[in-house]
């Protein structure tokens, strides 16, 4: 727990878990090959409004069709064609009464292969504010490193105690910025099967 934020396993759908934090404002989700940047993070959270709709923020897809092979297959999967948009699973932020929605519904929602996409169609009726921000490095491959980041994803056990080093040494995470995949803003003024139009590894201006 870090001022406000509880660490807890998305996929328990535990209650016992959920009132042992009963005081936690939001759950950061997060993969133990993911660095983070939590003094980033929580000041952000603490501008928030408490009048602010429940907080669902981070890296956001609405184009991928079920996976029908492999670990993540979801054969089971007929609420469309396309996984209703949901924040990749590097990391991510949920308001807790969003959390304690899926603790107290957990006997009826339907658990899919990928607790990530299982998340997205739990919240896909609820009122919540869908916050899709590049920062979030958090796809199933990295798009590098960008002192930009507030979260990476797939980082080797040495690229996370480098990361650190970099940032207590000299105030940046990156020994040196890098790009390998472009970055994308999420429009949601379109069907999710064109919400996404990533670019150029070469343009930076988004992170």
């Known amino acids: 727990r870090e001022r406000g934020i509880a660490v807890l396993d998305v996929r328990q759908h535990d209650e016992v878990a959920l009132r042992a934090h009963r005081h936690f404002k939001y759950m950061l989700k997060c993969d133990d090959d993911t660095f983070l940047r939590p003094e980033v993070i929580v000041p952000e959270l603490a501008e928030r409004s408490p009048s602010s709709p429940p907080l669902y ?5 609405g184009r991928h069709a079920p996976r ?11 609420l469309c064609d396309r996984y209703i948009p949901y924040a990749k699973g590097g990391a991510y932020v ?5 959390v304690a929605y899926v603790a107290q519904n957990r006997e009826l929602l339907v658990r899919f292969n990928s607790e990530d996409v299982s998340l997205g169609s739990w919240l896909a009726a609820v009122a919540v504010e869908r916050r899709h921000d590049p920062r979030f490095d958090t796809e199933y491959v990295s798009r590098g490193c960008d002192n930009r980041f507030v979260a990476m994803h797939k980082q080797t056990t040495g690229m996370l105690l480098q990361s650190y080093s970099n940032l207590v040494n000299t105030g940046a995470q990156c020994s040196r910025e890098t790009r390998t995949r472009g970055s994308y803003i999420y429009d949601w003024k ?13 343009d930076r201006s988004v992170p």
């Open 94 to 98: 949920l308001s807790a009464s969003l």
């Open 190 to 202: 379109v069907p999710p099967s064109k919400c996404c139009k990533r670019a150029s590894s070469r």
């Open 57 to 61: 923020w981070g890296f956001f897809d």
């Open 68 to 78: 029908q092979q492999g670990q993540w297959a979801e054969k089971s999967y007929v």
